[in-house]
């Protein structure tokens, strides 16, 4: 569920998948408000969605690797490494 939460910053039409079409009601199309999965522009827009949530909670972007964030303080540090397995 994780993709339905990117937002989308283009114009994104689709057709409707088949079986939910209604009776006359061929050739429409949606107009997707939200990223979803199979989109191309999916992982990139849950992964901002996911970064500026992290940032709010204080964490950097590494300027190394971008998927990984870190927060230093006196107490230590907190590494968040983020990995996604598409299988």
């Given at each position: 569920?994780?993709?339905?939460?990117?937002?989308?910053?283009?114009?994104?039409?689709?057709?409707?998948?088949?079986?939910?079409?209604?009776?006359?009601e061929?050739?429409?199309?949606?107009?997707?408000?939200?990223?979803?999965?199979?989109?191309?522009?999916?992982?990139?827009?849950?992964?901002?969605?996911?970064?500026?949530?992290?940032?709010?909670?204080?964490?950097?972007?590494?300027?190394?690797?971008?998927?990984?964030?870190?927060?230093q303080?006196?107490?230590?540090?907190?590494?968040?490494?983020?990995?996604?397995?598409?299988?």
């Amino acid at each position: 569920t994780a993709f339905f939460h990117g937002d989308l910053y283009e114009e994104v039409y689709m057709e409707q998948p088949l079986g939910f079409v209604a009776q006359g009601e061929y050739g429409r199309v949606c107009h997707l408000k939200k990223s979803l999965y199979g989109l191309k522009q999916s992982p990139r827009a849950w992964f901002g969605k996911f970064s500026n949530v992290v940032r709010e909670f204080g964490l950097r972007k590494s300027r190394c690797d971008h998927t990984v964030f870190y927060r230093q303080s006196r107490a230590g540090i907190i590494l968040l490494v983020v990995y996604v397995d598409d299988m």
